[in-house]
């Protein structure tokens, strides 16, 4: 999938390959110790590796995401270890990178990231790698799972994954407004004036999802005809029917600039990180 503002894609692949198997190849290289702990720190846990470079602006972009993602699990006591595989050209960069990271890195002069690509068929960065033994298919994204599910995703498995889809259908089919509008204790909706509504009253009404956002020059056109459309509704007593804008805007500030003029209700994808909106309404 490609990744937003940097051109590039992501190859994300995921092979069932115990971690232990990771300490071996390590080991048999002479690197014993890894910066920021030992090998022995996989050990029972669910392994990543993490190909990336300072000079790869998706990878600048990435690594953060990652870190908070990796921040959460271990908040929450999951066995998960990350290990860096640069590709940065000198060690002054290298050492640049992998400062804000706070997993484990294998040493700039180990120099193994050739070899390890070449053995997990990584042929881009930045790319991801789990090393568990219910591994999802190469074709599979493990980026974009976490993307969509953030720490639900964890522990990367073909099994969550198809936990996670099955969840996401129940959703759609079985029509609970609640389950698709609310997420992990946000249980409204916002309107225009920045006033927050429960999702508990929609209920009842027929809604409508808006797909849309400011950036999109044909979205704005189009929000100019709906509002009035709208507005002809709620004029005719219609007080059973209301809209709701699903934003896809870039950030917060382009979110509140795109619905400062609409007169219904709206959520920011960015705050609602669901895959539901997007599988429902068949956007990519």
Known sequence: MPLRGGGHTLLVVLMAVPSSNIATILESQGVEFLLSGPLSSCYGKTVCLFF???????????????VRLYDVLKMEG??????????????????????????LTIPFYANLHKRLSDLYHVDRIPS???????????EEDLVGLIEDYGAEAFPFTKKRREELKAA???KREGGKLEELLAH??????????????SVSKL???????????????PCRAFTSKLIEVYNELIASSD?????????TDRDLKEFELNISCMPWLAIHTKIKQDKTFAEFSTLK
């Open 168 to 170: 996401d259908e129940a």
């Open 203 to 217: 209920i009842g009404k027929t809604i409508g999802l808006y797909f849309g956002a400011h950036w999109s020059p």
């Open 78 to 103: 999951k066995e998960i270890e990350i290990i860096f595989v640069s590709f940065d050209r000198d060690e002054e960069k290298f050492n640049e990178h992998f400062k804000c990271m706070p997993w």
């Open 52 to 66: 990336s470079a300072n000079w790869c602006r998706p990878c600048k972009a990435l690594t953060p995401q990652l």
């Open 239 to 247: 007080q059973d029917f209301e809209i709701i804008l699903v934003s």
């Open 128 to 138: 991801l790698i789990s090393l568990s033994s219910d591994g999802i298919s190469v």
């Open 184 to 197: 992990q204790g946000r249980n409204y909706v916002m309107s225009s004036d920045g006033r927050e509504v």
